[in-house]
């Protein structure tokens, strides 16, 4: 069965933009997370969706950084005012629900000019 | 508060040698222990998990970890290694106690397998 799809892979965009990452998570999982990794570090924890609704935003940076799951299933990520510093590798993991294994897509290199 | 640590950044190694990767972690709570393997440009896959039970947990690609308790520790361990497990370990924590079960990362090892 498929995995964890995120587009798009890449994404270079100049500061200031809006950006918008997709996860298409494997079907049936209820539980939804986001996490960023920066160069040279291990991910790091942004938000975690149980179904449709935000369980746990506790990791968004700033109120630029925003996310839906309107229908339970597909998640976006959204980055306004984009800036430099927002650049990174941006990871979708998805479970059956919070307490199995996640399981991570190939993530969404973000760079910011 | 959780945290995992990751002392080695690299670690070399020759083909068929023996390898561990060691990882602490700092909890005031139960935690799940799991370590991921990324290669370039890949993301995470999970080499396994330990949630309970047995203390040494075997993985995906004869790999296998060992939880001490008392030693707050999750080392990773693989009797000879081959070229193709040149890659980044990550070993990570979360809180059985939790509602999120979100992951917490150490800054990971990247074991070069040499020939």
């Known amino acids: 069965g498929a995995g964890v799809s995120q587009t798009p892979s890449n994404k270079v965009t100049e500061k200031g933009k809006y950006v918008e990452l997709r996860c298409d998570p494997i079907s049936g999982h209820t539980a939804l997370y986001w996490y960023r990794q920066s160069l040279g570090q291990g991910p790091e924890f942004l938000i975690y969706f149980q179904g449709t609704g935000a369980a746990d935003d506790s990791g968004l940076p700033n109120d630029r950084f925003f996310a839906v799951r309107p229908e339970g299933s597909v998640s976006t990520l959204k980055i306004q005012r984009t800036e430099r510093g927002d650049s990174a590798v941006y990871l979708c993991?998805?479970?059956?629900?919070?307490?199995?294994?996640?399981?991570f897509g190939d993530g969404t290199r973000l760079s910011i000019l | 508060a959780q945290s995992v640590t990751q002392l080695d950044s690299q670690v070399p190694v020759f083909e068929e040698a023996p390898v561990e990767l060691r990882c602490n972690y700092s909890?005031?709570?139960?935690?799940?222990l799991f370590w991921y393997v990324q290669y370039p440009n890949q993301g995470l896959q999970l080499l396994l998990k330990?949630?309970?039970?047995?203390?040494l947990v075997k993985g995906i690609n004869g790999f296998e970890a060992e939880f001490n308790k008392s030693q707050t520790s999750f080392h990773l361990r693989k009797p000879s290694v081959h070229i193709s497990d040149t890659a980044e370990y990550f070993c990570?924590?979360?809180?059985?106690?939790?509602?999120?079960?979100?992951?917490?990362f150490g800054t990971g090892t990247l074991l070069a397998v040499q020939p």
């Open positions: 330990y949630l309970s039970g047995s203390t």
């Open positions: 993991a998805s479970s059956w629900d919070n307490n199995q294994p996640q399981h």
């Open positions: 990570a924590v979360s809180d059985l106690d939790g509602a999120t079960n979100k992951l917490i």
């Open positions: 909890s005031s709570v139960s935690v799940y």
